[in-house]
């Protein structure tokens, strides 16, 4: 994990596998999520719901800000893309980036409806697909 972002945070994932990892790291959270809310739902709670964008490309990593407050971090339009993605997501369905699937796509099974077109702020028209789980 990277950084949070007020109600959301954001993590990288760098080296062999880094987009078939991330996607299991999604789906990983998204069962989390489930089990967390197993009990709320029994006695009537609110469920804490996730939506998750992920996206896979180039990035410019390291340090960022002034000498009063550095962070190190990863900036560009990879992350931008998965920001906007995240928005668009439904709830405990990844939503990946035509990037980010083609290197998984023989990993993961999506919806039917997908892909389905978006118009992302400051980013235009993409197709995204949306993750249901893991092939076997």
Same mark, same amino acid.
């Given at each position: 994990?990277?950084?949070?972002?007020?109600?959301?945070?954001?993590?990288?994932?760098?080296?062999?596998?880094? *987009?078939?990892?991330?996607?299991?790291?999604?789906?990983?959270?998204? $069962? =989390?999520? %489930? @089990?967390?809310?197993? !009990?709320?739902?029994?006695?009537?709670?609110?469920?804490?719901?996730?939506?998750?964008?992920?996206?896979?490309?180039?990035?410019?990593?390291?340090?960022?800000?002034?000498?009063?407050?550095?962070?190190?971090? *990863?900036?560009?339009?990879?992350?931008?893309?998965?920001?906007?993605? $995240? =928005?668009? %997501? @439904?709830?405990?369905? !990844?939503?990946?980036?035509?990037?980010?699937?083609?290197?998984?796509?023989?990993?993961?099974?999506?919806?039917?409806?997908?892909?389905?077109?978006?118009?992302?702020?400051?980013?235009?028209?993409?197709?995204?697909?949306?993750?249901?789980?893991?092939?076997?």
């Amino acid at each position: 994990m990277n950084q949070f972002l007020g109600d959301g945070f954001m993590a990288l994932v760098r080296g062999a596998y880094h *987009a078939r990892r991330a996607v299991e790291a999604a789906l990983g959270s998204v $069962q =989390s999520l %489930a @089990e967390f809310n197993r !009990p709320r739902q029994r006695l009537g709670l609110a469920l804490l719901r996730a939506r998750i964008g992920i996206s896979t490309g180039s990035v410019f990593l390291g340090n960022v800000g002034t000498y009063y407050k550095m962070d190190f971090t *990863a900036v560009g339009t990879t992350t931008n893309l998965a920001a906007r993605l $995240q =928005s668009e %997501a @439904e709830p405990d369905f !990844p939503c990946l980036s035509r990037t980010t699937y083609e290197q998984v796509h023989e990993y993961v099974v999506c919806k039917d409806t997908t892909p389905r077109p978006v118009m992302l702020k400051g980013l235009g028209a993409h197709e995204v697909w949306d993750v249901v789980g893991a092939r076997g």
